[in-house]
T-cell receptor
């Protein structure tokens, strides 16, 4: 079965600083989703990557899928308190279907 | 836009009791999912329904049953609750259906049900 490992598990940054979260898969990634979860709430879809080398941005958040398609990174530029939460990566399996395997999450705190 | 609605938001049960978690989506999505989230373990798929009338097991189905009542609603039932089922349960839905080999349709999540079993 596919396993996703996220690093770091938790992160505290000063407001305005840049940061990167990594998601490494034990198998080839056929599709990689990034979600954000606010404490005590549901998951909010951020973006999806499918092609090796693909990069997408939404406001100050950029995600990239590496060429070998076994790792994705999420980069936040000039972090703000509103970026605080838990970031989760979810991967599509190689077989048919829409089932996702999730990483353990990265807990981000942004200090004003 | 309600999206995915889960009820109840909180529930406390005693060991051995049964209950049903309700989920409804108003986005005309084809597939629906039930996950549980435990500290340090991310989300794990319990059951999913690729389309109305079909259900399949996910990674951790033991102790649970599901019903896809219609296209909008997908319920999760605990027949005899155990302390190990204490968790946060999330329902999700997606436009994907079994006619697609793979998917680029994201799953949209509800706000979760926090369930404690004593």
């Amino acid at each position: 079965s596919q396993e996703l490992e996220q690093s770091p598990q938790s992160l505290i940054v000063q407001e305005g600083k840049n940061l990167t979260i990594n998601c490494t898969s034990s198998k080839t990634l056929y599709g990689l989703y990034w979600y954000k979860q606010k404490y005590g709430e549901g998951l909010i879809f951020l973006m999806m990557l499918q092609k090796g080398g693909e990069e997408k941005s939404h406001e100050k958040i950029t995600a990239k899928l590496d060429e070998k398609k076994q790792q994705s990174s999420l980069h936040i530029t000039a972090s703000q308190p509103s970026h605080a939460g838990i970031y989760l990566c979810g991967a599509l399996g190689g077989n048919a279907g829409n089932m996702l395997t999730f990483g353990g999450g990265t807990r981000l705190m942004v200090k004003p | 836009n309600a999206g995915v609605t889960q009820t109840p938001k909180f529930q406390v049960l005693k060991t051995g009791q049964s209950m049903t978690l309700q989920c409804a989506q108003d986005m005309n999505h084809n597939s629906m999912y039930w996950y549980r989230q435990d500290p340090g373990m991310g989300l794990r798929l319990i059951y999913y329904s690729a389309s109305e009338g079909t259900t399949d097991k996910g990674e951790v189905p033991n102790g649970y049953n599901v019903s896809r009542l219609n296209k909008r609603e997908f319920s999760l039932r605990l027949e005899s609750a155990a302390p190990s089922q204490t968790s946060v349960y999330f329902c999700a839905s997606s436009l994907w259906d079994s006619g697609y080999a793979m998917s680029n349709q994201p799953q949209h999540f509800g706000d979760g049900t926090r369930l404690s079993i004593l």
